[in-house]
């Protein structure tokens, strides 16, 4: 199986653009995913002054993607049920209109071997179809158990975000915000455009390992976003430049997440923790790049 994975194959096997159009309709819902509450009218209500699209959406148009990247063209044969979402980098460019249409163009940077499982990593950019704007970069690192040593390289060539451990300091947290997700939070984000049956269907959640279906990754990431916006960016879709974020452990819908924050000059280091498992870190080696 492991000659089967052709990486310099895989990298020049081209790129995949998907258009993809959005409302003011499809931001509402996203932040509803991610948590928004009914009084924040500027995330929920269209007509709101200052109504805004929160920056991780950014990954909405990247996901699709990302996700019509043909992995069979270069992959053996997997479970789909066997892919998790490692890491994710989203990188801001411009603020996300409330409405239009996004060119998002996917390309695979290198696979690696992890021993137990391959590392797929996937660049997006994302461009206003309208003006040729650049809005958001964004990288994914896609850990398939059971498709590691196949003997390629462990680590990124690149000076890469992915490549490095952002610890949190000792000290207590600079701030910190909760946030008690639904036993549906998982059916409402996946509306969203991430439809793997693991996040919804138990019976191919058990096929993955997990005897429920678990909450997407890129739902505690966009909760963990929201805090960081809302505690040191006042809101400020135009100060939110960079996150990146190590999924560690599961999250299950129904949980309280609590996002702890350090300020650290023009980063806030961060990370998740689940509340009903207090030991539990589902969200590591984090931080957000704002400007002040």
């Not at 003997?151 to 690149?158: A, D, F, I, M, T």
Request: glycine share 8%.
């Amino acid at each position: 199986m492991s000659s089967q994975i052709d990486v310099a194959g895989a990298r020049e096997k081209g790129v995949n653009t998907t258009e993809t159009t959005h409302t003011p309709r499809d931001a509402i819902l996203y932040a509803l995913g991610v948590g928004a509450k009914r009084f924040e009218l500027d995330l929920v209500y269209e007509n709101a002054s200052g109504f805004k699209v929160l920056p991780t959406y950014a990954v909405v148009p990247a996901f699709a993607a990302m996700w019509e990247k043909r992995f069979n063209d270069f992959l053996p044969k997997y479970n789909p049920m066997m892919l998790l979402h490692g890491e994710q980098l989203l990188t801001l460019h411009s603020a996300i209109p409330s409405s239009g249409t996004i060119f998002s163009t996917a390309r695979v940077i290198d696979i690696l071997d992890k021993g137990k499982g391959a590392a797929v990593i996937v660049s997006v950019e994302s461009k206003d179809k309208d003006t040729g704007k650049l809005i958001a970069t964004a990288d994914f690192n896609l850990f398939i158990r059971g498709l590691g040593g196949f003997g390629g390289r462990k680590n990124l060539e690149l000076d890469h975000p992915f490549s490095r451990n952002d610890e949190v300091p000792t000290r207590d947290p600079d701030a910190v915000a909760e946030t008690k997700t639904t036993e549906e939070q998982a059916v409402v984000y996946r509306l969203s455009g991430d439809v793997n049956p693991l996040h919804v269907d138990p019976e191919e959640s058990k096929k993955g390992g997990f005897d429920v279906p678990i909450l997407h990754g890129l739902c505690t990431f966009g909760v963990a976003g929201k805090a960081v916006l809302e505690k040191f960016c006042d809101g400020d879709v135009t100060k939110f430049k960079q996150i990146k974020v190590r999924f560690s452990k599961p999250v299950f819908p129904g949980e309280t997440l609590r996002t702890e924050m350090w300020r650290e000059k023009n980063k806030v280091l961060f990370q998740v923790r689940v509340v009903d498992r207090p030991d539990v870190i589902a969200i590591s080696s984090a931080y957000v790049e704002i400007e002040d």
